[in-house]
């Protein structure tokens, strides 16, 4: 019997599910031989109302390029994005 191994990755805004967004996940099927079947990938929007772990967020600042590949977006845009909403919602 041939097995398939699948390797899931997700990566998040934070650390708790319902506080923060999932932003994308991927996932690689491999055979018992290690030989790659496909992989899976997608980015997600993040969650109405979602707070950003402010340690999550520094880290994503060192690193401009994997935030762009999770986000598919620049944190510049994801910061002037959270100041609209922020805005909407009556904070300043």
Known sequence: ?????????????????????????????????????GPFERNLKALPGAKQCEETMLWWKKNPVAFKKSHGITMQSREIDGRIRGMAAGST
């Open 1 to 37: 019997m041939n097995e398939i191994y699948v390797s899931i990755r997700i990566v998040t805004d934070g650390p708790i599910p319902s506080e923060y967004s999932m932003l994308s996940f991927a996932a690689v099927a491999f055979t018992d031989k290690r030989a790659m079947v």
